[in-house]
């Protein structure tokens, strides 16, 4: 985006300068290597008490900064939520939401609803805020293509699904055509039959099919605690097995436990790294990427390893 002319009066050169300085070993290592972004519906709900306004310049900020990554060199898959959004939309339509493990519990309507917004509305939103800056997004679902092969995951939890398989033929092609591709979590299976899958879930299994250089999730708190009541407990930096400590001694709760479990699963299945960031705060995946400090947590998959 442009910056008006008393925006770019009040930027110093030099500080721009040694920023983009900073940022070139980051953009070195990067270029050619997929980052799966998780662009969750709590990340775009997290903006609503600043109005309308404020939403649609949340997801602009976002759909820019996936531009950038594609301009110097990053293969960016965009996979994301929308579990604030359909529970709304349940609520004017007069359904309750109920969760269980984070989950949420699908009956046929509520199926519906997942698609109508997921596919619909938020899939959408996000591919034509990328394309407002370059042509680059192609929108698309689980079900495309055979992309993501799904299964009841619990008959108390009707047509909430798990990932059985993934086939990345599809966004292979994409990214090999110079695009980026947003993916809409919703799955089936060999009959057909639908699945709304949870976001986080989908992102760590792409992630992995991919064998991504990083998994970035966008969401609406700063990181993983240590004690989930206390913000000041938010980590900087944890190894795999120490995450799986944090769940195993319940310091994990809520829809903190899905993306968890898929950090875990993309880390011991070759993903380079997983981070958990506040995706409120402006850049947060381009100051993850391509600065010295990071923000949020950076998991990773041994002691041993640095960014």
């Known amino acids: 985006m442009k910056l008006r002319r008393a925006e770019q009066a009040a930027v ?10 900073a940022a070139i070993p980051y953009i070195r290592r990067f270029s050619g290597k997929v980052v799966v972004v998780k ?7 997290g903006t609503e008490p600043g109005g309308e306004g404020a939403l649609e ?5 976002f759909a820019s900064d996936i531009v950038l990554m594609h301009s110097v060199g990053v293969l960016p898959v965009v996979v994301h939520g929308g579990g604030p959004q359909i529970s709304e939309l349940m609520a004017r339509l007069g359904k309750t939401p109920e969760f269980r493990s984070g989950l949420r519990v699908t009956d046929a ?8 917004v997921l596919v619909g509305r938020v899939n959408r939103d996000i591919v034509g805020a990328i394309n407002v800056f ?10 495309d293509a055979g992309l993501i092969a799904a299964s009841a995951s619990d008959p108390e939890l009707g047509f909430a699904g798990d990932v059985r398989r993934v086939q990345p033929a599809i966004l292979h092609r ?12 919703i799955g089936s299976d060999e009959h057909g039959q639908a699945y709304n899958i949870n976001a986080d879930t989908v992102a760590g299994a792409i992630a992995a099919a991919l064998a991504a250089e990083k998994l970035i999730f966008l969401t609406d708190v700063d990181g993983i605690r240590a004690d989930p009541a206390e913000q000041q407990s938010t980590l900087a930096r944890l190894d795999v097995d120490a995450l799986d400590e944090l769940l195993a001694g319940g310091a994990v709760e809520g829809g903190m436990i899905p993306k968890v479990r898929a950090c875990s699963d993309a880390l011991r299945n070759g993903v380079g790294s997983a981070h958990v960031l506040d995706g409120r705060v402006p ?6 990427l391509f600065t010295d400090e990071g923000i949020g947590t950076m998991i990773t998959r041994g002691k041993e390893e640095s960014s």
């Open 12 to 21: 110093d050169p030099s500080v721009t300068v040694a920023v983009l300085s």
């Open 57 to 61: 310049e949340a997801l602009a900020s």
């Open 109 to 116: 309507e509520t199926l519906d609803i997942a698609r109508m």
């Open 134 to 143: 370059a042509p680059l997004a192609v929108g698309l679902t689980g079900e």
């Open 283 to 288: 850049h947060a995946a381009l100051l993850e």
């Open 174 to 185: 994409l990214l090999n055509e110079g695009l980026v591709p947003v993916i809409a979590t």
């Open 39 to 45: 662009y969750g519906g709590n990340a775009l709900a």
